[in-house]
């Protein structure tokens, strides 16, 4: 089946360390993008990418970083710089980044910083 | 700068009924696209339903069908003859045309099906 893998489902940080978020999609899309959710709130961009080795920032880009080496595989780290880094993280991947075609999500991982 | 908003935080609907969320949406741009997604309790974001700025007839798909009102610039979801299956977290979303990247979205609604 196609579709988009987040690993792992819950993950538990201390303060002041690095961590990376995996997603992986097999539906040979071009165009990846990463959100974080908060309580009650919608979903914000932090990084999109629309081609291998390209990238641009979201809304909210700081104290995080991407990589995107492979088609199928975007990354996400969250850095000691990240000031609230306790979140729902969502990736989600589009065939085209053309208006009016729709983003397919992962599961999203979840994240606690203590 | 897009912009959504739905005003409508929870939502009670008895069973078999249809319900209808509302969203409301900003813009400037005459070319843009909108969007629902349902978020079950366990996260993942499914989408529903697409409507085009220039599409003249509402969009639908199955019980859902999106009330797309231009001028008013609003684009409520319609859901008929709803299921206990369809509690969840609906958010609106839209973006622009000539760039898929920028998916602004609303708060959400969160729909409870009641028996």
């Known amino acids: 089946d196609g579709g988009i893998t987040q690993s792992p489902k819950y993950l538990f940080r201390k303060e002041g360390q690095n961590v990376t978020l995996s997603c992986e999609q097999n539906l040979n899309h071009d165009a990846m993008y990463w959100y974080r959710q908060d309580p009650g709130q919608g979903l914000r961009l932090i990084y999109y990418s629309q081609i291998v080795n390209d990238f641009q920032k979201g809304d909210i880009a700081e104290g995080y970083s991407v990589s995107r080496e492979k088609k199928e595989s975007f990354p996400l780290t969250v850095t000691s710089a990240q000031k609230n880094p306790t979140a729902f993280y969502l990736c989600?991947?589009?065939?085209?980044?053309?208006?009016?075609?729709?983003?397919?999500f992962g599961p999203g991982t979840r994240l606690t910083v203590t | 700068a897009q912009k959504i908003t739905q005003t409508q935080p929870g939502m009670f609907v008895q069973e078999k009924e249809a319900v209808t969320l509302d969203c409301t949406y900003d813009?400037?741009?005459?070319?843009?696209?909108l969007f629902w997604y349902k978020q079950p309790s366990s996260g993942e974001m499914i989408f529903l339903i697409y409507q085009g700025s220039y599409d003249e007839q509402n969009a639908t798909e199955g019980r859902y069908s999106l009330n797309f009102q231009k001028a008013r610039k609003s684009a409520n979801l319609v859901i008929s003859a709803s299921q206990l299956g369809d509690s969840a977290m609906y958010f609106c979303?839209?973006?622009?045309?000539?760039?898929?990247?920028?998916?602004?979205f609303g708060t959400g609604t969160r729909l409870t099906i009641i028996p």
């Open positions: 979303a839209m973006n622009l045309d000539f760039g898929n990247e920028k998916l602004t």
């Open positions: 813009t400037s741009d005459q070319s843009y696209g």
């Open positions: 989600a991947s589009s065939i085209v980044a053309l208006a009016g075609t729709e983003q397919y």
